[in-house]
C-alpha cells in the first residue's frame, strides 16, 4: 500500500474515499467538516439526516466510521468518522486509532482502491499532530499487513492519502512518516 503526504484541500483529491472528521451529529461543523459539506453540496447533509432517522438516533459513536456519497466531490464516497475530543477527556489511543481503522475497513468494503485523511482530531479536538500521525501510520501499517480482517490481499486499498491544510502539520506527518 503506497502512503503519500500532500499539503492541500482534501474536498478536491481524485480519489475514491475521503474521510471527514465529523462531529457525532453528522450534519456538518467547522474545519474539514464544514469544507467537505460545502464541497458535496445539500445531498451529503440529507444523505447524513437520513443516516441520523434511519441507523444512527444518537450519532455517530467516537471511533466509529459510516460512510455516504461524494455527490458534488471528486471522490465517489465521503466516509465520515468522529475523532476523540482531547477537551472532553477522549484521551485514549485507541479510540483514534479505531477512526483510521473503521474507515479503512469501510472503504475496503466499498471496494475502494484510494482514500485521503485529514489528521483527525488535530486542531480544535486537541491532540498533538505528531501523535496523530504516529497512530495514523500504525494504524494503516497494521491494516495493509492484515487487510480488511483476513489477509492483505482482502483489501483492495492501494493508496492511502494524507492531506493536510497547513504547512506545520504536513511538515510533521513528513517527519514521522520518515522516522
Known amino acids: 500500500m503506497r502512503i503519500d503526504i500532500i499539503q492541500g484541500d482534501i474536498t478536491t ?38 443516516l441520523r432517522r434511519a441507523e444512527l438516533r444518537g450519532g455517530l459513536p467516537v471511533g466509529a ?19 476523540p475530543n482531547r477537551h472532553a477527556g477522549q484521551t485514549d489511543p485507541a479510540l483514534l486509532a479505531s477512526c483510521f481503522r473503521e474507515s479503512l475497513r469501510a472503504a475496503a468494503s466499498l471496494g475502494a482502491r484510494s482514500i485521503a485523511f ?28 492484515s487487510g480488511s480482517g483476513g489477509a492483505a490481499s482482502d483489501s483492495p486499498l492501494e493508496v492511502v492519502e494524507f492531506v493536510l491544510f497547513s504547512e506545520d502539520t ?10
Open 170 to 179: 504536513t511538515a510533521v506527518f513528513r517527519t514521522v512518516f520518515e522516522s
Open 118 to 145: 485529514p489528521a483527525i482530531s488535530a486542531g480544535v479536538y486537541g491532540w498533538d499532530a505528531r501523535q496523530v500521525a504516529e497512530v495514523a501510520f500504525d494504524t494503516v501499517g497494521s491494516f495493509s499487513s
Open 13 to 50: 483529491r481524485g480519489v475514491d474515499a475521503i474521510v471527514n472528521a465529523a462531529n457525532s451529529s453528522l450534519l456538518g461543523g467547522g474545519g474539514v467538516d464544514g469544507a467537505i459539506h460545502r464541497a458535496a453540496g445539500p445531498e451529503l447533509l440529507e444523505a447524513c439526516r437520513e
Open 65 to 83: 466510521a459510516v460512510a455516504t456519497p461524494g455527490f458534488r466531490l471528486p471522490a465517489r464516497w465521503v466516509i465520515h468518522t468522529v475523532g
